[in-house]
């Protein structure tokens, strides 16, 4: 192998005014806008970013830009994996993914200001200090740049960070997987046509790369569409389900209650046969008083669907020992505007998020309310918790996915499906504490008619 005249100046010139001080802020940046607290890990990130430079760079002069480009990427991996081995690996991708989202702002950068200095190789041949003039300035602003979103805490991916770590599906794996694989061929490709334009007499491989990116789009596109729809068909089989396990719910209560009947009857023939009309006359308006709180969904609301849901919780929140209210506004509501299986889910979510949380206090005070109304054409859809309280931080992250799932598998998860869906309607879901009634949650949404559905309305 030969190396070019001055290879060793050249590459310590390359690795100590260019790519270490590039590594340690692209890293800094990355742990940041993360939100992964980067001052826990500031030597370390300095001992990555010499590996990094000084392994990369001391092939930079003597291997083809392409293979320079791959092994780069490669390194990067394994450097972070042995600099940080405590993170897991979709962290460390994403790390590695907005490094090389900032080197690429950075060589787009440096290709802008080549053409007024004589072009690429009239820079990186160049005295020192003239390439200290050069690389120094965009990295200084960009170091300036991360330090105020440090002290400002501004963790612009955080949530991004969030959803990565708790994707468990293999299409969102796969298509995470090769959003990366293209950023790195978009790399490779914006490599090959600006920064090391001396190369351009091997087209093929451009040629190759360009290719492969047009195809990777494409299939990437394919695979989002197929994403989405198959989104949709398991949030209709999620909702049938849950509207499925209500169902049930509802006929073992109703079978219950059934055995509960013949107990009752049997209480009430005792006591008319002992003559205690007083005590068979009390006993027998509470369970009068039952009998009617458990029909009252089916004879007072016009929605059949409704009246289940209605019907199903209310038995859920008997055997909870959960006091349920409701109050349907039937003389003015009408659905025009919601589906029956959005309004189960969103409904359904909402009052099992709260039952979970209602269960957490003492009987006494296990209070939940569930109001719909239509004001000013638009419905309102209220659930409150009469029992708790939220401060203002907790108000902030309750929509946040990710939360660790509590035992009947309800999760916070799910109000952020219930955002989800009432933003499809153009519709907003909001949440209120006060000491007066509680935790409500407010859903909010145009009561007109939307385009053409396919799926039956109320």
Not at 45 to 65: E, G, H, M, R, T
Not at 412 to 431: K, P, W
Request: no cysteine; hydrophobic share 50%.
């Amino acid at each position: 192998m030969t190396f070019p005249p001055d290879y060793i100046s050249n590459t310590l010139q390359l690795i100590f005014i260019m790519s270490i001080p590039q590594y340690i802020v692209s890293m800094w940046f990355s742990f940041v806008i993360l939100g992964l607290f980067p001052e826990r890990f500031g030597k370390r990130i300095i001992i990555y970013s010499i590996l990094q430079a000084v392994y990369v760079d001391l092939f930079f002069f003597i291997v083809p830009n392409w293979i320079h480009v791959l092994n780069a990427i490669f390194s990067m991996f394994v450097f972070v994996s042995l600099v940080f081995p405590e993170l897991k690996t979709k962290i460390k991708i994403l790390i590695i993914l907005f490094m090389i989202m900032l080197l690429y702002i950075f060589e787009i950068i440096y290709a802008f200001i080549y053409q007024y200095f004589g072009g690429y190789e009239a820079v990186l041949y160049n005295i020192p200090v003239f390439k200290m003039l050069f690389f120094w300035p965009p990295i200084g602003i960009m170091a300036l740049i991360t330090g105020f979103m440090q002290w400002k805490k501004i963790y612009a991916a955080k949530k991004i960070r969030q959803f990565i770590i708790h994707i468990k599906s293999v299409p969102h794996l796969t298509l995470f997987i090769l959003v990366i694989f293209q950023v790195s061929l978009l790399f490779a490709f914006f490599s090959r046509i600006f920064i090391r334009p001396h190369d351009l007499h091997t087209t093929l491989t451009t040629q190759i790369v360009f290719i492969i990116s047009i195809a990777l789009f494409i299939y990437m596109t394919i695979k989002i569409i197929q994403i989405i729809t198959q989104a949709r068909l398991e949030g209709v089989h999620q909702s049938q389900e849950a509207y499925l396990g209500d169902l049930n719910k509802m006929f073992a209560s109703i079978r219950g209650q059934r055995h509960d009947f013949a107990n009752h009857v049997q209480v009430m023939y005792s006591m008319l046969a002992l003559k205690k009309h007083d005590q068979l006359r009390t006993y027998t308006e509470e369970v009068v008083n039952e009998i009617e709180s458990m029909n009252v969904a089916v004879v007072e609301l016009p929605s059949p669907a409704l009246a289940a849901l209605i019907q199903a919780k209310s038995a859920i929140a008997l055997e909870k020992r959960i006091r349920f209210d409701y109050l349907i506004h039937t003389t003015s509501l009408t659905f025009s505007s919601v589906t029956s299986i959005d309004l189960v889910r969103m409904i359904g979510n909402l009052v099992d998020y709260v039952f979970n949380e209602a269960v957490m206090l003492p009987p006494a005070e296990r209070e939940v309310q569930l109001e719909m109304y239509l004001h000013s054409g638009e419905l309102y859809i209220t659930v409150t918790n009469r029992g708790s309280q939220l401060t203002r931080d907790q108000i902030d992250q309750i929509f946040q996915p990710g939360e660790t799932a509590k035992a009947d598998g309800h999760t916070r998860l799910d109000l952020a499906n219930v955002r989800e869906r009432a933003a499809r309607y153009n519709g907003q879901v909001t949440v209120d504490s006060d000491l007066e009634r509680g935790v409500t949650f407010t859903i909010k949404m145009p009561n007109t008619k939307p385009g053409k559905k396919s799926m039956q309305k109320i």
